[in-house]
């Protein structure tokens, strides 16, 4: 619930969204700019470290399941390596409308809540377009966990509305 200060009628931000914004910027830094910059520089390295420990793990046993997952993992990378420019953009402009919603909700604007919903919805159904929801277990699970941070941070920021304006 938003507070009134004592010297202004004007509201302020509640201590619990003040602490949400912190985590959305600390978490969209992390997920939106250094991630994926990270990532889109070492997408080639990533692949041969890959392709070497399949083959290290291939001379031990060629049908282990590490063997499999990992050439899952090597598929899923060649993939992502086909759109790591589209993929990278993206993500820093997905990032900049959450950073940006965050802000204006911080100040209790609700406009802030759709530029946060659609920074954080459209990396989401983009990964979704590009890559599909994954034919592997490990594939799958990230693909599930990708979809429930955003989703709790979206019905959190909405319970919150009530105290904007």
Same mark, same amino acid.
């Given at each position: 619930?938003?507070?009134t200060?004592?010297?202004?009628?004007?509201?302020?931000?509640?201590?619990?969204?003040?602490?949400?914004?912190? /985590?959305?910027?600390?978490?969209?830094?992390? $997920?939106?700019? &250094?991630?994926?910059?990270?990532?889109?520089?070492? +997408?080639? #390295? @990533?692949?041969?470290?890959?392709?070497?420990?399949?083959?290290?793990?291939?001379?031990?046993?060629?049908?282990?399941?590490?063997?499999?997952?990992?050439?899952?993992?090597?598929?899923?990378?060649?993939?992502?390596k086909?759109?790591?420019?589209?993929? /990278?953009?993206?993500?820093?402009?997905?990032? $900049?409308?959450? &950073?940006?919603?965050?802000?204006?909700?911080?100040? +209790?604007? #609700? @406009?802030?809540?759709?530029?946060?919903?659609?920074?954080?919805?459209?990396?989401?159904?983009?990964?979704?377009?590009?890559?599909?929801?994954?034919?592997?277990?490990?594939?799958?699970?990230?693909?599930?966990?990708?979809?429930?941070?955003p989703?709790?941070?979206?019905?959190?920021?909405?319970?919150?509305?009530?105290?904007?304006?």
């Amino acid at each position: 619930m938003a507070k009134t200060n004592i010297d202004s009628p004007k509201k302020v931000a509640s201590s619990f969204l003040k602490t949400m914004c912190i /985590l959305t910027f600390i978490g969209v830094s992390i $997920a939106n700019f &250094i991630g994926p910059i990270y990532s889109h520089i070492n +997408l080639d #390295k @990533n692949i041969l470290i890959l392709e070497k420990k399949i083959d290290e793990l291939k001379s031990v046993d060629e049908n282990s399941i590490a063997v499999t997952s990992l050439e899952d993992a090597l598929d899923e990378t060649y993939r992502a390596k086909q759109n790591k420019n589209t993929t /990278l953009i993206l993500n820093l402009l997905a990032g $900049a409308f959450c &950073i940006f919603g965050a802000t204006l909700m911080l100040f +209790l604007n #609700k @406009n802030g809540f759709f530029f946060y919903t659609i920074g954080e919805l459209a990396p989401v159904i983009s990964h979704f377009i590009m890559f599909g929801f994954g034919n592997t277990k490990f594939s799958m699970f990230t693909s599930a966990f990708s979809i429930i941070i955003p989703l709790a941070f979206i019905i959190i920021y909405a319970v919150q509305l009530k105290d904007m304006e």
